[in-house]
């Protein structure tokens, strides 16, 4: 005898929420190292103290993106991305 099956719930979510995503992801990650790097620089900075400054981008970047994919509207999402993006090339040509 064969059931039904149950049917799946799911978040349906714009393409370009997904774009965006993925933009903050990757910028994200980058300046996330960077930020690991400036701590490591730091005198007297030791392996734990990049360990937390590298968990909590992980923990901020991990929120936003979600808030990014699920909550926030079309403005404020394209805005964190533009300041996002724009942050990482920075410090990437000073450095």
Request: proline letters at 2%; glycine letters at 8%.
């Amino acid at each position: 005898m064969v059931r039904d099956s149950i049917p799946v719930r799911y978040v349906a979510v714009e393409g370009w929420r997904l774009i965006a995503g993925a933009l903050l992801a990757v910028s994200g990650l980058v300046l996330m190292l960077l930020t690991m790097a400036k701590v490591r620089e730091r005198r007297g900075a030791t392996g734990g103290d990049v360990a937390v400054a590298g968990a909590i981008s992980l923990v901020v970047l991990v929120i936003l993106v979600l808030l990014v994919l699920l909550v926030l509207p079309a403005v404020a999402v394209w805005t964190v991305v533009v300041v996002l993006c724009g942050t990482v090339t920075v410090m990437l040509l000073a450095s």
